[in-house]
């Protein structure tokens, strides 16, 4: 049983508020219903994070 999305086409994007340098930044990936892919923008083929959706809300709400 596979538990991972498939990710070779996914849509990455950063945060507004992310800076234009590329520092320490991290992307999303949208239309992966009831979880959020996460990863780094300075290593995008590095490991990705399989985020619950009620956690991604509760970290982003964390951080408001």
């Avoid at 520092?23 to 985020?51: H, M, Q």
Wanted: glycine residues 12%; proline residues 5%; aromatic residues 8%.
């Amino acid at each position: 049983m596979e538990n991972s999305p498939h990710l070779e086409n996914a849509r990455w994007r950063k945060s507004s508020y992310s800076g234009s340098t590329g520092g320490d930044c991290v992307e999303v990936a949208d239309g992966f219903p009831g979880t959020v892919p996460v990863r780094d923008s300075k290593n995008v083929s590095g490991a990705v994070l399989i985020v619950g959706l009620d956690a991604w809300r509760a970290f982003v709400d964390g951080l408001r």
